[in-house]
């Protein structure tokens, strides 16, 4: 067995797990942060999973050179192709991921493996002598990848044996309410990704929406929000602190740092100075309960109680689980694509699952009368689409048609709540968005529908929605002067400090902000 052997089979297993593992090589280890830690046992696996990929494709190799020179060469073309197969999927997950526009082939993609292996073999029969010269290229290319081995390797064994700070310390503390604010309630709803030229502006012909309608009949509404960008992660910790949040960073244990646009660089995000912060100290009792940003860790200190719902990585969609062994996690990917029958959760039953845990745990924290500052990140009407409109029933399917819909029957059923609740009288429901539909974002992904396409008219709208609804608020008022999403941390502090309890005092505030 010679050494090129080797260094080929390292490369072919480091290009075919590449998807698996290539979000913990990105220096701001993101993906760490948006998952729950630790990973210890899902990068284990992965680790073994490495090793076993590297035995096979290099005894694959070596092999293959005691075959016949004719069954040497298609052996070796059929190898080829799939490793040209597996450089190109990832090439595009790449450029998709850059929000470049270009198609997705999304599950037809697989099938293109056994067409690209039977291309290259028919090429190895009838031009011999071109093939070789490619398949040499291809394998110098992967003896070439191997040698990132000594640097990937080293990278997940270190976030492997990472200690992660808590996470859930919060999920069960006894929420307690002190100080003079105690009779007074905020319940903060934001919905991923609504739209305010969809919700209200212009509504598509035959799309009802009376949740939405009977709020915004009773709720300062502001019609020219100008968003703070367009993206999750940066907006919600922006509004949280009053800053504007540009880039973010994580530690391998969880700590997130950003920058923002006064050039002072890493900065660590500090939880008492979010709104979190200020409310514990004036006395209100907090709670979360989100998606997707780690809300439970990177605020810890100034919550009382916490629930949030992670990222996942590839291998956890087939089923592994930091609850599981190394060896167990190693198992999954050979048992799922080996085993035909097997079945993993598309994105949309994942979707599913995440809006059915968050909304059990936002009916709790509202029925929960001792926690007076209430934040609720409702993951819809963001994709993927997983409502029926029509049956009011969730299915892993839909356009964002079907998805405003699904927000605003969730509306209804956390208006509800807050109604049959004990402090329905002295509570202030804040109705928000992070940012608006994002159509140049979803436009060139596989759940895009015609429907999607005929809503949007090709034009994106960037204007998230605000609405303020005071105790006992029965009429409404709208706010058409432009104004920066981020006030809403302003306004929404001056509520915590006892300075803004009603319509009028909101002018007020207003008043003074805009002229």
Not at 157 to 169: D, S
Not at 362 to 368: E, K, P, S
Not at 449 to 456: F, K, M, Y
Not at 462 to 469: A, F, G, M, S
């Amino acid at each position: 067995m010679r050494m090129r052997n080797i260094l080929e089979g390292v490369g072919a297993a480091l290009l075919l797990l590449l998807p698996y593992f290539c979000k913990f090589l990105l220096p701001s280890n993101l993906a760490l942060y948006h998952l729950r830690l630790p990973v210890a046992n899902l990068i284990g696996g992965l680790l073994v999973d490495l090793l076993v990929a590297t035995i096979l494709t290099t005894g694959f190799l070596v092999a293959s050179q005691y075959l016949p020179s004719r069954a040497q060469r298609i052996a070796v073309a059929l190898f080829a192709g799939l490793m040209l197969w597996a450089a190109a999927g990832f090439g595009f997950e790449m450029l998709i991921h850059l929000h470049l526009q270009i198609v997705h082939f999304g599950k037809v993609w697989g099938q293109f493996a056994i067409g690209i292996c039977l291309l290259s073999g028919a090429l190895a029969w009838f031009f011999p002598r071109s093939s070789q010269l490619a398949m040499r290229a291809i394998r110098l290319c992967l003896a070439a990848l191997a040698f990132s081995a000594l640097w990937i390797v080293p990278q997940l064994v270190h976030l492997a044996l990472a200690r992660p700070r808590g996470e859930v310390a919060v999920a069960n503390r006894q929420s307690t309410s002190t100080g003079t604010n105690s009779n007074r309630r905020i319940v903060w709803i934001l919905f991923d990704e609504l739209s305010y030229h969809q919700t209200f502006d212009h509504p598509v012909p035959g799309i009802q929406l009376p949740n939405f309608a009977r709020l915004h009949a009773q709720s300062i509404s502001f019609s020219n929000l100008r968003p703070a960008g367009a993206f999750t992660e940066l907006i919600i910790p922006s509004l949280f602190l009053n800053r504007r949040v540009e880039q973010t960073r994580s530690t391998v244990d969880g700590r997130l740092f950003y920058k923002d646009k006064s050039g002072r660089g890493w900065v660590a995000y500090d939880p008492n100075a979010t709104l979190f912060g200020l409310a514990q100290r004036n006395g209100w009792s907090t709670g979360i309960d989100g998606w997707y940003n780690p809300y439970c860790r990177e605020l810890a200190p100034v919550l009382d109680v916490c629930s949030w719902e992670p990222d996942m990585l590839p291998i956890q969609v087939f089923g592994a689980s930091e609850d599981k062994s190394v060896l167990a996690n190693a198992a999954v990917l050979p048992s799922h694509f080996l085993a035909f029958s097997a079945h993993s959760a598309t994105p949309a039953e994942r979707h599913i699952q995440i809006y059915r845990n968050i909304m059990a745990h936002a009916q709790t924290l509202i029925d929960d009368n001792g926690l007076r500052f209430v934040f609720l990140h409702i993951p819809v009407p963001h994709g993927p689409a997983i409502y029926d409109r029509r049956l009011h029933r969730l299915r892993p399917a839909g356009s964002y048609l079907d998805s405003l819909v699904l927000a605003d029957d969730t509306l209804g059923i956390l208006l509800q709540e807050l109604q049959d609740s004990r402090s329905s009288d002295r509570t202030t429901v804040i109705v928000s968005s992070d940012h608006s539909w994002r159509i140049y974002l979803s436009r060139h992904s596989d759940s895009w529908t015609d429907e999607d396409e005929r809503a949007s008219g090709g034009r994106f709208d960037d204007r998230p929605v605000l609405l303020i609804h005071f105790p006992d608020q029965r009429s409404g008022a709208d706010v058409p002067a432009a104004v920066a999403e981020m006030l809403e941390h302003d306004m929404i502090a001056g509520m915590l400090q006892g300075q803004i309890s009603n319509e009028k005092d909101l002018d007020t505030f207003l008043s003074l902000q805009l002229h």
